[in-house]
Each structure stands twice: as structure tokens, then as C-alpha cells.
């Protein structure tokens, strides 16, 4: 039975920006925050607090306490700076602890292995604090079975996006999307970015020329009788094309290069981070595709060759070669907004052609 793992924000907002804050939160998909619900007053949201306090869902006791609470989860916080400070953890749990909130400073990882391999067998939950995306990751990760949930102390829905794609919870949008052009349009460079990871059927990348509109394109792990199977590369486009990133800001391709990590996708939309091996940018004959959702059209050009493939709704693959008008493919589409250095700007005009 797979570990249920909690990410839990605390918000470093300030108290104008809060509220779009926590509708951020759970649009992601977030349900808990390190919050006092004081804050929140008459904010409506669904997400839970952990705090120390009375009318918290998830009360931090003092040091002193261990007395339940009806209707509450109740836990305490320790930091651990010895051997000692886990014995106590262990022998406070074992008295009736929901949870356990443990900070560690400068020795990050061995105190939390020790106090996994102590407090797994019971039903105590522990939480860990994390300050960047990747302590997130190396929280949970800890002895693969990791931390129940982690603390995440941040006012960036980036770094929030980027830690749930590190965890493998993120999921985007993914509509279908219908054929409308195709039209060869000479050569140009295309990217092809080798990731270190193997793609597995059904994965991308997300692609487009616009920001907002971004093809699924499929990984070459098809191979044929003239071509062997590489899954780990994707074949992703045309230098100026965008494709978005684990932290949800675009890069172009052209700026992608070994060490930087991409975002993969299924055409369910459940995405995971890869990290870029090599990227190769070379001189191809190029296609110019187009396709609607509603009102929203956009663009995107790539290599014409049998090898680039879309995904259609139903799961299968069709190469943009035999690609024809009226087809349907996923795309993550949604309203345009602008970016300034590959971050959005919500609030900001921009029209893409």
C-alpha cells in the first residue's frame, strides 16, 4: 500500500495577497496550509490548518502537552539536534501523538532517517520542514518510504508547482484540440532535447509557439523499420517554440541544455519532471501545424518527419506526416496571459499570432 504524502504550505504571503494566495492553493490541489486560521477570518477556503492553536484541524500542542482534543488531529513540534532529541520524539509519539512536526538545521538527513526507521511501525504521521523545492523532494524521498507530509515555507505558486512535480501529483489540463492547417514552411532549426530518464509510451513534452497553447508532443520510443526506438529523446520543435517547465515558467528551446529539467506529460495531463541530457539543435525541412480549442488557436512548428508524433484523445499516436485537417490532438490550452522571462503575468495584454 503506497505512503499517502501531505504537502503542506505555509504561507509567506502578506495578508492583502492571502486570499489569492490560498485560491491558488487549491486550484493546485493543495489541502492543508501552516496557517493560524486567525488569518484566514472570513476567507472562504477548504483548506485545513495546522497550527498552534485551539481552532486549528490539526492543533500543535506546547511542549508540555498531549491531551486529544475532540474532533482535532493533535500533534507537537521538536527540533532535533541529537540522538536524544529522537528517544524523546519516540517516547512522546507512543503516548498518543496524531503527528509530529521535526525540524532539523544543519544535519538534514540522517536525524530523519532515524526517526522513520523509529516512528514508521506506529500511527504517528511525521512532518518535516522544507525552505526550497528540492528539501521537499529529498523529505520524501528519505529512505524511499520518506516523510508523511512536509512544511513548505514559500509565497511563490511556482515553487509550489515545482514541488508537486517533483512529488508526481501536478496535473494539467489537457483538451483536445482540432487540426485546422498544415503547410510546410522550408528549414529551420528544430531541438531535439534527450532527456536522462526513459520515456514510457503515451509521454511528452508540451509544445507550442504560443505560451498558452502547447502541443503533447510524444517521445520516440516508437521505433519502425527504418528507425530504432530512443525513448528518452522527444524531437520537441523549432528554436522559438515554448515548452513549460517543472517551476510552470516557459523556457524556449533553444535555451535548453544539459542539467536543465523539462516537464513530461501523459495525455491524461499527470506530469513528472526529467532531467536534459543533451540538446541537439540541427537544420531540418520544418511544418507549420495549427489547431483550435473553442475560440483559442495555436501554432507550432516542427521537424517533417515521420519520427514527430501527437497524441490523439484516444491514446494512440499519429505522425505529424500523416497528420490531415479535421484531426484531433491534446493540447494544454488555456486563456492567454502575459510572461516576462518565462513567468506569468496574469494581468498583462499580449496578443500571440
Keep these: 500500500m503506497s505512503k499517502i504524502?501531505?504537502?503542506?504550505?505555509?504561507?509567506?504571503?502578506?495578508?492583502?495577497?492571502?486570499?489569492k494566495f490560498l485560491l491558488q492553493l487549491e486550484d493546485e490541489g493543495i489541502k492543508m496550509i501552516y496557517l493560524d486560521p486567525k488569518k484566514i477570518a472570513k476567507k472562504k477556503t477548504k483548506l485545513q490548518t495546522i497550527f498552534p492553536s485551539s481552532i486549528a484541524n490539526y492543533v500543535v500542542l506546547d511542549k508540555e502537552g498531549t491531551k486529544k482534543t475532540k474532533g482535532k488531529k493533535v500533534g507537537r513540534k521538536f527540533q532535533v539536534l541529537s540522538n536524544s532529541d529522537i528517544e524523546n520524539i519516540l517516547s512522546v509519539a507512543k503516548k498518543g501523538l496524531d503527528f509530529?512536526?521535526?525540524e532539523v538545521k544543519d544535519w538534514k538527513i540522517i536525524p530523519l532517517e532515524?526517526?522513520?526507521a523509529k516512528l514508521h511501525k506506529i500511527h504517528t504521521r511525521i512532518f518535516a520542514m522544507a525552505r526550497t523545492p528540492e528539501e521537499v523532494r529529498k523529505m520524501f524521498s528519505i529512505l524511499e518510504i520518506g516523510v508523511d507530509g512536509v512544511i513548505f515555507s514559500t509565497s511563490s505558486i511556482n515553487e509550489v508547482r515545482e514541488a508537486m512535480v517533483y512529488l508526481g501529483t501536478r496535473s494539467?489540463?489537457?483538451?483536445?484540440?482540432?487540426i485546422i492547417e498544415i503547410k510546410e514552411v522550408g528549414d529551420g532549426e528544430r531541438v531535439c532535447v534527450d532527456t536522462a530518464s526513459m520515456l514510457h509510451k503515451g509521454e511528452g513534452m508540451l509544445i507550442g509557439s504560443r505560451s498558452n497553447f502547447l502541443f503533447l508532443v510524444h517521445n520516440e520510443s516508437v521505433g519502425s523499420s527504418f528507425t530504432s526506438p530512443r525513448p528518452f529523446r522527444v524531437n520537441a520543435g523549432a528554436v522559438h517554440c515554448y515548452t513549460l517547465s517543472p517551476d510552470g515558467t516557459t523556457n524556449y528551446l533553444s535555451e535548453v541544455e544539459t542539467g536543465s529539467e523539462v516537464l513530461i506529460l501523459n495525455s491524461k495531463g499527470n506530469a513528472r519532471r526529467a532531467t536534459v541530457g543533451r540538446s541537439k539543435i540541427e537544420r531540418r525541412p520544418m511544418l507549420m501545424i495549427k489547431a483550435s480549442v473553442g475560440e483559442e488557436i495555436g501554432g507550432i512548428i516542427a521537424q517533417d518527419a515521420e519520427t514527430i508524433r501527437f497524441v490523439k484523445p484516444n491514446g494512440q499516436l499519429v505522425s505529424v506526416t500523416h497528420l490531415k485537417k479535421g484531426d484531433i490532438v491534446m493540447v494544454h490550452a488555456k486563456p492567454a496571459t502575459g510572461r516576462h522571462?518565462?513567468?506569468?503575468v496574469s494581468d498583462e495584454y499580449i496578443l500571440e499570432k
Design 100 to 102: 509530529v512536526i521535526v
Design 114 to 116: 532515524n526517526i522513520i
Design 172 to 178: 494539467f489540463d489537457m483538451k483536445p484540440a482540432k
Design 341 to 344: 522571462f518565462g513567468m506569468e
Design 5 to 19: 504524502r501531505e504537502l503542506i504550505i505555509s504561507p509567506k504571503a502578506s495578508q492583502t495577497q492571502l486570499s
